[in-house]
Structure formats: structure tokens, C-alpha cells
């Protein structure tokens, strides 16, 4: 069964910084990875999805990476913003017939960025 | 290109009552899947239909049931409401192609159960 896991929980940082948000995952046969924001009370918007085949995938200031064999993503943003506020989930799905539209999310991790 | 939409945005039902919830995928996609959000529990998956059929199911028991139409829109229904289903309710569309199935989120159903 995979579990998805999200550290930390809460992060605040002032603004223009760097940061880095984790994401591990137990069942290292998945088909894709999907990083995710969702602002307060709303749906979820789409940020990346990296392929079971590929390490890294980079918009504008977001880069996430994969390890498979350890189990692990990481999201980082670069020169944080006031605007990136808001919580950051991490999902995957698995490897096989009919698993591919079956996302197993983290419990997220929630970022106030300070101006 | 439209996104997905989710009718209707809010609601307030009975304990004992059913309920029915709507939505309608990105154009050419095939694939629909609702989620359940709730604060204790998080994101769960709920099912997900393609091409009319449910390909896979989550852990919610059988009051938890979905249907999918030709022209891919899907409706999910809850029957029997209970206290604890009270959630927000969230429906996502894709298209797999080439290893990628990345999933489109509308922007949920607010169930609140009273």
C-alpha cells in the first residue's frame, strides 16, 4: 500500500528565500509524480508531474526532482513571493493497469511566505 | 480550453438524505476521478471512471457510488448522508498519453452535512 509523506507540515519563511519542500513515498513502482497547490477553501492546481522515467522537471521558479530508489521528491522555490503562499501537496500514483488515475496524496505542507 | 467544472459549488443536506454531485471534464479528456478532502483525513480517493467504466475503487463504503456518461461527464452520489461525510468533494480529469496521466482538479463541491 503506498503512503505518501510530507515534511514538514508548516513552514514560514521571509521573503526572496530559497526553500525546499519534502516528499517521501513507500512503493518506489510508480507511473508519475504530481506536485500540487491548493489556496484556502479552493481545487487544486497543477504545478509539475514527473514521469517514472525522468529525475527533474523545472517551471519558471519550481523545480522537483524524483529518486525512485529512495523514495523521495523534493519541490524547491526559488526567490520566494508573498504570493506563493498556500499549501503544497505532493501525489503519486502507480505503476499497472488501472492504477494510473489513482493519485495517493501527502497530507501537504502549508507555507506562509512574510513580506 | 475550458477546465473542469463541478456543479453545484455548495451544499447543505440532512443526515439521511442523498445527494448528488456533477461534474464535466476538460474537452477530449476520457479519464474522471473524485477525491474527498476533509481536514482529518485529507485528499482520498474516492474512484475513477473511463470510458463509462469504473477502473478503480477507493476504501469508501457502497453509499459511495459514481456513474460516467458518453460524453465523459460523471455525477457521483452519496446515499444515506452521514454526519462524517461532510467534506469538500473534488473532481479531477485526465488524459493519459505517452507515460504522463496528469490530473486536472475542478474547484469542488462543498458538502456540509447537518
Known amino acids: 500500500k503506498q503512503e505518501v509523506t510530507q515534511i514538514p507540515a508548516a513552514l514560514s519563511v521571509p521573503e526572496g528565500e530559497n526553500l525546499v519542500l519534502n516528499c517521501s513515498f513507500t512503493?518506489?513502482?510508480?507511473?508519475?509524480l504530481q506536485w500540487f497547490r491548493q489556496d484556502p477553501g479552493k481545487g487544486l492546481t497543477s504545478l509539475l508531474l514527473?514521469?517514472?522515467?525522468?529525475r527533474e522537471q523545472t517551471s519558471g521558479r519550481l523545480n522537483a526532482s524524483l529518486d525512485k530508489s529512495s523514495g523521495r521528491s523534493t519541490l524547491y522555490i526559488a526567490a520566494s513571493q508573498p504570493g506563493d503562499s498556500a499549501t503544497y501537496l505532493c501525489?503519486?500514483?502507480?505503476?499497472?493497469?488501472?492504477?494510473?488515475?489513482?493519485?495517493?496524496f501527502g497530507q501537504g505542507t502549508t507555507l506562509q511566505v512574510k513580506p | 480550453k475550458a477546465g473542469v467544472t463541478q456543479t453545484p459549488r455548495y451544499l447543505i443536506k440532512t443526515r439521511g438524505q442523498q445527494v448528488t454531485l456533477s461534474c464535466s471534464p476538460i474537452?477530449?479528456?476520457?479519464?474522471v476521478s473524485w477525491y474527498q478532502q476533509t481536514p482529518g483525513q485529507g485528499l482520498q480517493f474516492l474512484f475513477e471512471y473511463f470510458s463509462e467504466t469504473q477502473r478503480n475503487k477507493g476504501n469508501f463504503p457502497g453509499r459511495f457510488s459514481g456513474r460516467q456518461f458518453s460524453n465523459s461527464r460523471s455525477e457521483m452520489n452519496v446515499s444515506t448522508l452521514e454526519l462524517g461525510d461532510s467534506a469538500l468533494y473534488l473532481c479531477a480529469s485526465s488524459r493519459q498519453t505517452g507515460g504522463r496521466n496528469e490530473q486536472y482538479f475542478g474547484p469542488g463541491t462543498r458538502l456540509t452535512v447537518t
Open positions: 512503493d518506489s513502482a510508480i507511473y508519475n
Open positions: 474537452s477530449g479528456h476520457r479519464s
Open positions: 501525489a503519486t500514483s502507480l505503476a499497472g493497469s488501472g492504477n494510473t488515475g489513482k493519485l495517493i
Open positions: 514527473i514521469q517514472s522515467s525522468q
